[in-house]
């Protein structure tokens, strides 16, 4: 008797969430419009590292996956920074 035994991985979504936050000391310039200059690439990638930190050491940190800094703008006290994070649920 030959009995054949198939396991599945269980199912799991990506949750994408968007937000926006403001930094008071930073400042918007033009070159934050354009996603390949190297003042965007950076900025974005300091805020980016700064989300990751947030949620990697809070209880979201099992389930996030990553967060990508969209769009710039200036805000009313600051740099305000567009960005979606992406988790995954089981």
Do not use: H, M
């Not at 926006?20 to 190297?38: A, F, G, H, M, W």
């Not at 700064?50 to 990508?68: I, P, Q, T």
Request: include cysteine; aromatic fraction near 22%; proline fraction near 6%.
């Amino acid at each position: 008797f030959l009995c054949p035994f198939f396991f599945l991985a269980p199912a799991f979504s990506f949750i994408y969430i968007g937000g926006s936050v403001e930094i008071p000391n930073l400042t918007y310039t033009n070159d934050l419009n354009d996603p390949k200059s190297q003042k965007f690439l950076l900025q974005a990638e300091a805020i980016q590292n700064y989300l990751a930190e947030s949620y990697e050491s809070s209880f979201l940190g099992k389930y996030y996956l990553k967060s990508v800094v969209a769009a710039f703008s200036e805000g009313e006290s600051g740099l305000r920074a567009y960005y979606w994070n992406t988790f995954w649920a089981p």
